[in-house]
Structures are given as C-alpha cells and as structure tokens.
C-alpha cells in the first residue's frame, strides 16, 4: 500500500492529501539551496601564504589572528577578521615592517579582495574610520606628496554637513538681528561672534576641545540636538513675535492681536488701580454689603527680628506692593497694628491668599518702621485708558460683580469676557492668500536664507491655514517660526554638485551651495552681500570666480570678530577670523584656560594673568598673519612676543612714557615727605599728566576710602624702584593695591596680567620694557615655546613630556600613535628625589611602552628647559615638604616672585629627531629651541601643516585623490614666499574643493 493509501484511504480525502502533499513538495523545493561555502581567492591564498601565514596559523596565532582557517569561520566571525585584515593592510602595518613585504601590485590585489568581500557583506568598517578625524595621518605622507598620484581627479562627495557651534551663534545673530558694537582704538566698530544675546539660547553643537581641526563632516543630528534645538526654536520664536523687526508682513498680520493685548493690558491695569473707587462710585451705598466679610488672620507673639533687614525681605517687587499699602493707610497717630489690619483687610478684598497675606503681615509686624524708612517705592506708569476703555470698564464691573465676590475674581470674570470678545473680532477678519504667501516669503527669507520653493509655499500656506483655525495669529506664527528652525535644512550645510558631469563623473558645487561653502570657510557666517550677487548672477562657476571672491574675503579687514567668549571682550581680530582660529585649534594653545594652577606655584597671582597668555599668543599668530611670509617657519621659530602689551604700540609707548615723565619731574623732590599742601601745589603738572589712582579733588579731604597722599607716595616709591635703578623704561603696571595699570585695552579697559612677564623669565623690577612689540625675549622661539602652549601641554603641576613629543609626532611629523591600552597604567610614579624626566624614562624603557613612547619622548623632552608655567630654567626645583629650602611670603605685590625654594637637580634637556626625511635635520638635538629651528626647515614639516590646513577646510580627511590639491598648495606657498594666503587660495580653488561627486 502507498503512503498516500496507508495515510488517507478515502476518495475525497485522499485528493486533498495529495494537494497537501503537493503544496508540501513545492514549499521543500522553493527553500534556499545550502549556502555555498567561502572560498578563498586562490591568488589570495597565495599572498597570504607568502607574507601571513607563517605568523597567523595555529601555534602562532599573532594577535590572536589565524589566517590559515577563513574558510571555515562562521560569517560574522570572518567578516571581523577580514576588517582587521582590510585596516592592516592598508595602514602597511601588516607584514610588519621587519619582515618580507608584498609588492605594492600584491598589496592592492589583497586590499582590493578584502574590499569587495566586505562590501558585498555590507560589512565594511574602515571607510567610516578613515572618516574620523584621528585617521587623518594614516594616509602615507610620502604617496601624497610623491606626484605620482596627482593624476587622479579630485573631488569631495556630495554631503549635508552639521553645522558649527560658531555657524549656530551666527545664524542665531542674524535671525534676531543682534548686532553687537564696541569701541576699538576710539572708534565704534562692528563685532561679529558674541552669544551675549537677550534671548537664552543653548548652542547643542558643541565642538570636542582637543587640539588640532575639530570641525568635521562626519557629526549627525542626534536626540539630544533636536531637544536643544526645540527650545531655542522656542525662545527665539518668542523673541521675533515680540519684536518684529525688519518683519513688515508678521507685523501687519499681529497688528490686531497686540492691540488687543494693548487694550486688555490697559484696562487691567486700570482696574487692579483703581477698582475699589470704580465699584464705591458705582454701586454707592451698596458696595460695603456687597464685600466678603472680612476675618484677620491669627497673630502669633512678635518675635525680635534679625540684626540684619536684608536676611527676611521679600523680593523687590513684593515689598514695593506692600510699603504702597502701607503708605496709602498710615496716618498721623495710627497705632501701628491697627495700620497693619489696614493693609491686611485691603489685600483680603484684593483676593491675596491667606498664606501670603500671613507672610506679609508677619514681616511688617517685625520690621513696619525700617521698612517705612528704608525702601522707595519704584513708581509703576500705567496707560491711561480711553473714554471707550473707561465705558467698557463700567459695563463690565456692573455685569459680573456679584455678592462676596474679591476684586480679583471680578477682574478675572471682566478680563474673561474681553478677551473672548476680542479673540472672536480677529477670527472675523478674513486674511487673504496673497498675505499668507508674503509670510511665507518673509519668515523663510529671514530663517533659511532663500526663498520657498513653489510646493514649499504651497504646503506652508495649507499649515498656516490649519494653524489659524486652531491657534489664532500669533501662536500660528510661533509655530510656523519653530517649524522652519526645527527643519533640518536649518541645522545642515549644504554641498551638492549641479549641472553638467565631466569626464569623471564631477559636477561643480551649486552657485548657492559654493557660495555658503566659501563663507563658511572663511568667516563662519552667512554670504555677504557680494558673495549673494555672485552666486545670484551666474558669476560663481568658474574657478577664476572662486578665486576673484577668496581673495576679495581675504582682504576684508573692516570687520572685526569676537575670537574667543572665554578669553573676554578684548579677544578681539580683524581679519577673516577661521584664519587665526586654524592655527589657535593647530597649535591648541587655548586648552591652557581650563587647567587649574596654584597661585603660589605661579609666584603671584595667576588668576588675574592666565587668558593674558592666549590673548597675547593669539595677537602673535594675528601679526604674523597679517605679514604673511614665511608663516610657517615664523610661526616655528619667531623670537618675538608679545608681553603685557595691547597690540598698539603707540598707545603703549604713551602709557609707559607717562609714567617716565611723572617720576621725572617728582624725582629731585623731597616727595618722600609731602604734605597735603605740598602735593596740591603740583595739581598744574598732575592735571597734565594723570596719575593712575590719584583723585585730586581729593587731596587733603577727610573721609572717603582712600588716601590721596599715601596713594602718591606708594606710586612714586614703586616708580623709583624701578626707574631710579637705571631702568630707561618700564612696564605701565600698578603695585598699590586698588590702582589700575596706566594702560589700557585696545577697547578701553585697563590691561591687567602684567604678570604674564614672570612666565617669560622677566624680573619687573627691572624689565626694560619694549613699548614697540612683538619684540625679542631671550630663550624663546616659536608658539612652542609661548607659556601659553606651554601651560596647555602641562598637567596641573608638572610638565607632561609625552603629550608634547605626541602632538609634535602627530601635527607636525604627519605620525600616528595609537591610544594608551586601557591595560596600562599610564601614572608616571612619585619620586621627590629624582626629575620628571628620570622618572619617565624609568617608566617608559620597557620594550612594551618603549615601541610607542620611541616616537614622543626624544621630542618631549627637550621641552624640560621649561617649567608647567612655560618659564625657562636650567635646574628643576624637587617640589615636595622634605626639599622645602625657604618658604617665601604668601602675599605681596605683583613683582615679587612668591614662589617657594626647594632643592633641585640639573634639567636635562638634550632629545633626538627622526622622521623629517631630512639627514641634515634629523639626529640628536640639544633642546627645544634646536629642535623647533629644525623643525621649521623640514619640508614635512611645511607639508604637514598644510595637510591640517586640508582638513580644516576641505573638513575631512584628505585621500590619495586630493595629492594634487596638496602639492599645488606646497607648491602656493613657496612661490609666494610663505604665504598662508595663497594656501587657502589654492585650496578653496582646488577640485577637491568646487567639485561634488555623488558619495559611494
């Protein structure tokens, strides 16, 4: 008997079996065949074999890597492995470089092989790293600058870039219209970059703090932006509808609305004023029956009140409410509790809380007679009404006050009816399609730039519509306000290529995309006016174009930007400032603000100089800048600074020169024993040449908070200390304490932080002051050498060498150290009877962290000539209680050197150099400034720079295909004699830049 017969032995049933049976056989047939199994390419193999194997099979299974078995991992066990494979072989770091290596034909093949196994798994991981911004130096120098790859097209992919947290406070600026204005050299002048806005805003794109480029396309918008980005759209949107300015079309549309408030503010006002005579006058002898009854609150024993009056006030605005009662009640012989029932009975029927009025009755048991005399009452200006506001006002107390009701319950029964009447005489007016497009216009034009396209406009007019139904005017335009900041468009840059593809599949970045490209670059903000026309009028489409608007933007020195909120008001620059803000995040040297130093350490007071330091670094990198030649090796090696010194030499000359004629004509004076008389017969001199801190309206008066003669005295004897020594001019500072520095700011204010100067070896006592700087200071060359970046590569009380020798390997070598394993404990050990560098080395000489530490400490170290305040020194001082030698004075004037002594040991400061490529340059050095004088003649040490300088602009990572755009903007700096300028020119002109290719 057949299956089917043994199983389903009846006619119908049996057919339906064979249905199932056949339905059964199809399904089994219709199943996935066994997956075919992975094979290894067979020149593949033989690579392997050749090159890896050896080191990855069983029994040497090298990081835990074997090779010899792919063929027989589970999927997602081989894909990890050939991703670990894919980065290896392309950073060259397998086969290590000891042994055999492929061919770079050998090396293609497998990389090639590893790629296309990866993505037809959609499992590739290294094309993202190579995206990340400490990737950037694992493309082989030598292959990018060779020449041999500048044949290949260069291009960026298409991309929507997340915007900055500088583009934010831009875009934020001008959609507020906040214009910020500050007097520079006498001169009222324009500022772009302050977040000193009315409106709370939270920037939510924040940039990492470490040194070198930070602002990458490779951010997304993420959960915790979009919640940022929601309440500023908020506060903003508050903002605009309040103000209005510069927008006609909202204006018009909340024209009604905000009369209508006007009109309900006046009349509330009014009434919460004047309620209790309007309802005398109109209900006459009834309005007393017609109050609730009134019941004082309990009275608890007055206890004595607190010493101080401000310990228990209330806030400002509750006090002026109650002295105003109090004021309208008090008569001549009143007893003061029988006021106090007064006032109570008065907020009672005003419909004050209980537990307010407790509050208020408690605090004036205790304080009614300080508080009469003490506090002035601000006088509140109300609108007056109109005759029709007045006659509103009637009609409504007579309609709804009713019996037992507060005077706040028929204010809010009054407001009620208004309002609704109000609210329903806007939804009669019918506003028409033609004002809901020129809204459209007007709040995209003012938010997102550009107009609205056709369908976009048609789709915020149909919202617009629903909004009204639902919200009334203006909530519809605050909703229409946050709708367009919440759009994602307003959060991303744009860069999309347009038009026509050459031959490699480029196309040129959209006029309006390149014109935004090209701001941004250069200024962090919007087009200007020139830039819009160009891109408007077909003139951005050619190269020639974007060259004529880069160098056109590189000029403009007319308007000034704010460099850095944390430095202060004086952070101040007027060129193109992502030119200046390229070499603060190259060099780093601002991460100095946020570590802590000790006073005492410093040997005077730090708090008062530490953003004096990037301040004057910044002014440094800003004038060599503006020189623009030789920027680079400057930059490196310069032996001129600024110290104490605002940027303008004339106005510092006349600061110090000031000083010089005070002393001189005091000098040969028996000054040291002047009396009030004897001073006040030199007011004619001294009204001509001021004295910083000296009143002189003052002299001789009793009183006051300062001594005028004491205040010359101590001026003149610091004035003699220090020029009476022989000294042809000194620092502009002040030692008496209260007295401001004779010199100011560029914007006004009195310069502090002339301590600054003890960081750089000076004794101000007797520092012959260069008026006229950047001048020379001795044991100095270069940012490197600055305090600034000194301190910046320092921990808080040591110096750190290997954080130094890493960022010289990594910015300036185009090396790449990998990160601490979390395995190694990384704390250098406590020892007070030996240097940093003794220590270090015994940390560091194993060959486990030998193999890294090779490539930092040989150039670290040589930075050990200075101290973690950037001084120059040749001994190092053993801080720790048993080495104390003295202990100095913890307090004193600004150039005393307050630091306590303690033994020391020599400083050893001697390094090596390798991997400028250059034998000439490489090989032992002597310290710091040998080094960076080397450093400033390597050619990969110019290349390197322009690479960061790729990154910072391009905002990516360069690749092989961008080898000509580097080596033409070499080639621009040497044949402009080492101009930054013509970097930029020919990178903000190259392919990798104007052209756009779809991304893979």
Excluded at 441 to 466: C, N, Q, V
Excluded at 491 to 501: D, I, L, N
Excluded at 760 to 770: A, V
């Amino acid at each position: 008997m057949s299956l089917t017969a043994a199983y389903f032995p009846a006619g119908s049933t049996r057919r339906m079996a064979i249905r199932v049976i056949f339905i059964l056989v199809t399904l089994f047939e219709s199943l996935p065949a066994e997956p075919e199994r992975f094979k290894v390419d067979p020149k593949i193999a033989n690579i392997l074999s050749s090159y890896c194997t050896d080191c990855h099979e069983e029994g040497t299974e090298k990081g835990k890597l074997r090779l010899d078995q792919l063929e027989a991992l589970p999927l997602d066990s081989l894909l990890e492995v050939m991703n670990r494979m894919h980065e290896r072989v392309h950073f060259e770091e397998m086969p290590p470089k000891k042994e055999d290596q492929p061919t770079e034909d050998e090396r293609k093949q497998l990389e090639n092989w590893l790629a296309e196994v990866l993505h037809a798994n959609h499992a590739s991981k290294l094309e993202e790293k190579l995206r990340m911004p400490e990737y950037g130096n694992k493309v082989d120098h030598e292959k990018l600058f060779s020449g041999s790859y500048r044949n290949l097209p260069g291009h960026t992919p298409d991309r929507r870039w997340l915007i900055s947290e500088f583009i934010f406070n831009a875009k934020f600026n001008r959609i507020l219209d906040f214009k910020m204005q500050t007097t520079i050299d006498g001169k009222s002048q324009s500022v772009v970059g302050s977040t000193n806005r009315s409106v709370n805003l939270t920037n939510p794109f924040l940039l990492p703090t470490h040194s070198g480029v930070r602002y990458y396309d490779t951010a997304t918008l993420e959960s915790g932006h979009l919640l940022t980005m929601h309440t500023n759209a908020k506060q903003a949107s508050a903002y605009l509808i309040k103000k209005r300015n510069g927008l006609p079309v909202t204006a018009a549309i909340l024209a009604a609305q905000f009369e209508h408030e006007r009109i309900l503010a006046t009349r509330e006002s009014h009434l919460r004023t004047n309620i209790e005579e309007l309802l005398r006058d109109l209900f006459k002898e009834k309005h007393e029956g017609m109050r609730p009854a009134f019941v004082p609150t309990q009275r608890s024993p007055i206890e004595p009140p607190d010493k101080n009056f401000d310990v228990r006030r209330p806030a400002n605005e509750e006090i002026d409410k109650i002295i105003t009662t109090v004021r309208k009640h008090a008569k001549d012989g009143l007893d003061r509790e029988k006021l106090i029932l007064l006032c109570e009975e008065e907020w009672f029927y005003h419909g004050v809380s209980e537990r307010v009025i407790m509050i208020r009755v408690t605090w004036l048991r205790g304080y009614l007679e300080e508080a009469m005399r003490r506090w002035k009452v601000s006088p509140v200006k109300s609108p007056s009404p109109t005759p029709s506001d007045l006659d509103a006002i009637r009609t409504g107390l007579l309609k709804h006050r009713q019996h037992g009701d507060t005077y706040a319950a028929i204010i809010s029964k009054c407001m009620a009816e208004w309002s609704d009447e109000l609210r329903r005489e806007r939804e009669r007016t019918v506003i028409p399609d033609e004002t809901f497009a020129k809204l459209i216009d007007e709040l995209f034009i003012r938010i997102m730039e550009r107009e609205p396209t056709p369908k976009e406009k048609s789709d915020y007019i149909a919202l617009t519509k629903d909004y009204l139904l639902k919200l009334g005017n203006e909530l519809t335009v605050d909703r229409l306000f946050q709708t367009l900041i919440l759009r994602s468009e307003f959060v991303y840059r744009q860069e999309f290529g347009e038009g026509e593809a050459d031959e490699h599949g480029r196309k040129m970045l959209s006029p309006r995309d390149a014109s935004y490209a090209l701001a941004y670059a250069l200024t962090d903000s919007s087009p200007d006016k020139e830039l819009q026309e160009a891109a408007r009028n077909g003139k951005l489409v050619t190269r020639e174009d974007y060259r004529r608007e880069v160098e056109r933007m590189l000029k403009v020195q007319s308007q000034y930007y704010l460099i850095d909120e944390a430095v202060g008001a004086d952070s101040l620059t007027n060129i193109p400032i992502r030119k200046l803000r390229f070499f603060r995040e190259f060099f780093g040297y601002p991460a100095m603000l946020p570590i802590f130093k000790d006073n005492k350490r410093f040997g005077g007071d730090y708090g008062r100089t530490f953003t004096r330091f990037v301040t004057e670094a910044d002014m440094l990198v800003e004038f060599i800048l503006k020189q623009d030649r030789n920027v680079f090796e400057r930059l490196l090696t310069t032996e001129e600074f600024y110290v104490f010194h605002s940027g303008d030499n004339t106005a510092m000359a006349a600061s110090s020169g000031l000083i010089q004629e005070i002393h001189g004509y005091f000098k040969d004076e028996d000054w040291r024993n002047f009396n009030d008389d004897d001073l006040k017969a030199h007011i004619p001199f001294l009204k001509e040449h001021p004295m910083p801190g000296l009143n002189l309206d003052a002299i001789g008066k009793v009183g006051g908070r300062s001594n005028q003669l004491k205040i010359f005295k101590d001026m003149m004897t610091n004035y003699s200390e220090r020029l009476g020594s022989g000294l042809a001019v000194t620092a502009p500072f002040s030692t008496v304490f209260g007295v401001a520095n004779a010199a100011q700011t560029r914007t006004g204010a009195k310069l502090g932080g002339a301590e600054v100067a003890k960081s750089f070896n000076l004794d101000l006592k007797s520092w012959n002051y260069p008026t006229s700087q950047p001048a020379r200071m001795e044991h100095r060359r270069g940012i490197l050498t600055h305090p600034a970046w000194l301190i910046a590569f320092a921990a808080n009380t040591q110096t750190d060498p290997v954080r130094r020798g890493k960022w010289i390997r990594e910015k300036l070598l185009a090396g790449s150290i990998p990160d601490v394993p979390v395995t190694v404990d990384a704390v250098i050990p406590e020892d007070h009877h030996q240097t940093l560098r003794q220590r270090l080395e015994k940390k560091t000489e194993a060959e486990y962290c030998w193999q890294c530490h090779v490539y930092m400490n040989p150039l670290g170290t040589t930075f050990e000539m200075y101290d973690d305040f950037g001084r120059y020194r040749i001994e190092e001082f053993l801080e720790h209680p048993d080495n104390l030698v003295r202990k100095m004075p913890d307090k004193g004037s600004p150039q005393d050197d307050l630091r306590d002594l303690y033994k020391t040991l020599p400083v050893n400061a001697t390094g090596h150099l390798e991997g400028t490529g250059d034998p000439e340059l490489d090989g032992d050095v002597r310290d710091a400034i040998d080094l960076v004088e080397r450093l400033g003649k390597s050619s990969k040490v110019r290349q390197s720079i322009i690479r960061h300088a790729f990154r910072y602009f391009m905002g990516r990572n360069e690749v092989l295909s961008d080898s000509k755009t580097l080596i033409d903007a070499d080639q621009a700096y040497l044949q402009s004699g080492g101009s930054f300028d013509a970097v930029i020119v020919s990178l903000l002109t190259s392919d990798s830049f104007i052209y756009r290719k779809p991304a893979n």
